[in-house]
DNA sequence: GGCCAGGTGTAAA
DNA sequence: TTTACACATGGC
């Protein structure tokens, strides 16, 4: 099966998945800088850890971008241990907040392509983070390509490609706005949770389990 | 006790 | 261009 070869078309994988669970209402942040500090938090991490460090720095009146900015690296850390890779996030985290002034003005002037330049620019800040606080904090019409959606795409569409591949592949797919992708990929998140893959064949929970492959196929 | 989680940067093959 | 590895805690 090639790329090409649709079996259930995203837009349809996105009505059905929106009809079963609802909208998600994400990103679940207060702020535009929120989203970006909890993007680098999630990376390879659950994201019930990351609500455990978002919680301790809101307790400690840090989580702005212009007490970040000055913070001092061990608050930081302590902060966010629960999180994983506790000091180079710290680091990433102090480094963004003392950036964020500019990229939000960024985003008034430029255009998705050169602003994603400018968040790539960013130490820790990587496709998918990037592309996550591009939609979730500026409301720009991009998909973040996370594990979850390597899975599922291979699981549904039986096939897999790096990163560009699959966001051209769904993007050329679904209409270009914001919150047609914002909800298309909470509800890929959603899905992927409580999927099958782990399961096996006999998950019954999944609204588009008849779409998908038999389980052990080679996942990236 | 082992595996993995909404990745990224760096260095070596 | 691809692959390997470090980074680290917490849940199951």
Not at 194 to 217: F, I
């Amino acid at each position: 099966m090639k790329p090409g070869d649709v079996r259930i078309k995203p837009t349809e994988l996105y009505s059905s998945l929106l009809t079963v669970f609802g909208p998600q209402d994400w990103w679940p942040a207060r702020t535009g800088f929120e989203v970006a500090v909890g993007a680098i938090l999630t990376q390879q991490t659950s994201w019930k850890n990351v609500e455990k460090a978002i919680r301790e720095l809101r307790r400690k009146k840090l989580l702005t971008a212009k007490k970040l900015a000055i913070a001092k690296q061990p608050a930081i850390e302590s902060c966010i241990r629960p999180a994983g890779f506790y000091k180079q996030k710290a680091r990433r985290i102090r480094l963004l907040a003392q950036e964020f002034p500019r990229i939000r003005e960024s985003a008034k002037k430029l255009k998705l392509p050169e602003l994603r330049t400018e968040l790539l620019e960013l130490d820790g800040v990587g496709k998918e983070t990037a592309d996550s606080v591009l939609l979730y904090a500026f409301d720009f019409p991009i998909l973040p390509i996370d594990a979850y959606t390597h899975r599922i795409t291979q699981r549904i569409y039986g096939f897999d490609g790096d990163y560009e591949e699959l966001r051209l592949f769904y993007e050329s797919r679904l209409p270009r706005d914001p919150s047609i992708l914002n909800e298309f990929h909470a509800l890929l998140v959603e899905l992927a949770k409580r999927n099958c893959w782990k399961k096996g064949p006999d998950c019954q929970s999944c609204p588009v389990m008849g779409e998908c492959k038999p389980a052990g196929s080679k996942l990236k």
